[in-house]
């Protein structure tokens, strides 16, 4: 596809005015900006801001984006390495769902680009003889014995020609990481499964939760989801039973940073696995990140994960979602309908909504979340079924939306958000102070 067609659905997305493509050096590749903007001022800014990059990652500092807010818009650079994408945005464009909207799309510019910095090809070498390789030791001597009348000279020994060289295999550096992320998934789930299975053996009741959660549960959403790329796996159980559950986990090879003396005010810990990157998340009576997920109901009601609307919450009620979260969103609702009640693999939409008439800022993330996803939907080109997932989270928002609210949620939407309506996430409860 040409560059500036896919400028051009950049330019598609929330906030986006214009787009301009340029290299590495400064030069303009494509562009799709406003008629004000001319060329000269376009190969200027591209200049410029090619040269500032290059002068701050000479220093040693990684740029990855720059923001430059101004009183009537924004410009937002990023940085492809083979290239920059510039990026004229209203002032209060939502950067979270700009990120989400051209996210295919450049994915596409940039193999475009790396497309266009293949080098080419080099002719094969011709392998000349050591004779005719050799340069005369004197030009004068050469005329002469060009003129004298030619010496009978033994035929040369012929030379085998050299093995032919193979080209080095070109790089494939994305479908590596894709494979790598791949095996990091179905290690962790392998891992989950065990853990979880050893816990019962010893009466233990623990579940999966969170991003290996939603991907064991949603098997058929699995190729349109994000794999994960951090060894993180998230397990919720019994504050009763947190003692024994560590002991356990020290049987299965893991180790806290620190001695856990006292289970018994501890609801989050972080434990790892000796000599591995692999982390487990433990969350205890309620799962607590940026708001609480109430489970103790419904742990045991699935073999080895929360049940889907539980799922659903903890996905739910990130703030700021990355697509990846709003993908596994999108995954529950896509292979689980809706209903009222605890049925088997059916999303139950009036306890998420109970939960987001009580609390405001419940309401405030959950829809938000949902609001966003409808919004990215028609970016994402891989998705089975766009329809009937537009009108699942259609229904569930109706759902949030018309449910009556309580007094205490009615009192805390007038403060709106000029209170931080969410609690920040528990850090590394088990690291060391200072670490």
Not at 117 to 145: D, Q
Not at 149 to 166: D, I, L, Y
Not at 225 to 238: A, C, D, Q, W
Request: hydrophobic share 45%; charged share 25%.
């Amino acid at each position: 596809m040409p560059l500036s067609d896919l400028l051009r659905e950049v330019n598609s997305a929330p906030g986006v005015r214009g787009s301009l493509l340029f290299s590495a050096e400064g030069e303009v590749l494509a562009a799709a900006m406003p008629g004000e903007f001319g060329e000269a001022a376009l190969a200027t800014l591209a200049r410029n801001t090619a040269r500032s990059i290059a002068a701050l990652e000479a220093s040693r500092r990684r740029v990855h984006e720059l923001d430059l807010t101004f009183q009537q818009q924004r410009l937002i650079i990023k940085n492809l390495r083979l290239g920059h994408l510039s990026l004229l945005c209203a002032r209060a464009v939502n950067l979270p769902l700009l990120n989400l909207s051209i996210t295919p799309a450049l994915k596409r510019i940039t193999a475009e680009l790396k497309g266009k910095a293949a080098p080419t090809p080099k002719p094969p070498a011709v392998v000349k003889s050591a004779a005719a390789s050799t340069p005369s030791a004197e030009p004068a001597v050469a005329v002469a014995a060009v003129a004298a009348p030619p010496t009978p000279v033994a035929a040369p020994t012929p030379v085998a020609p050299p093995p032919p060289v193979r080209p080095a295999p070109e790089p494939v550096e994305e479908e590596a990481a894709i494979s790598a992320d791949s095996a990091l998934l179905m290690s962790m789930m392998q891992e989950a499964q065990r853990v979880v299975e050893a816990a019962k053996e010893k009466g233990i009741e623990i579940r999966v939760t969170g991003s290996v959660g939603v991907h064991m549960h949603c098997p058929k959403s699995r190729d349109w989801m994000v794999l994960p790329t951090l060894p993180v796996i998230e397990l919720v159980g019994r504050q009763e039973q947190g003692e024994p559950l560590v002991a356990l986990l020290a049987h299965l090879g893991y180790e806290p940073r620190m001695r856990l003396f006292e289970m018994r005010g501890i609801r989050h810990f972080i434990i790892h696995k000796a000599k591995s990157d692999l982390v487990l998340h433990v969350f205890l009576n309620a799962y607590e990140v940026f708001h609480r997920v109430e489970f103790l109901e419904v742990l045991s009601r699935e073999a080895v994960t929360l049940p889907p609307t539980h799922l659903l919450l903890s996905s739910l009620q990130v703030v700021d979602a990355s697509e990846m979260v709003l993908r596994e969103v999108g995954a529950l609702l896509a292979e689980h309908d809706l209903g009222v009640g605890s049925q088997p693999e059916t999303l139950d939409a009036s306890a998420v909504t109970d939960v987001c008439a009580e609390d405001w800022g419940w309401f405030r993330t959950a829809t938000t979340n949902l609001d966003m996803l409808t919004q990215v939907l028609p970016f994402w080109k891989d998705l089975p079924d766009r329809d009937k997932l537009r009108d699942r989270i259609g229904r569930l928002r109706k759902s949030i939306e018309g449910a009556p609210k309580s007094m205490r949620w009615q009192m805390r939407a007038r403060v709106g958000e000029s209170v931080r309506w969410y609690q920040t996430p528990i850090q590394d409860l088990t690291a060391p102070a200072g670490e």
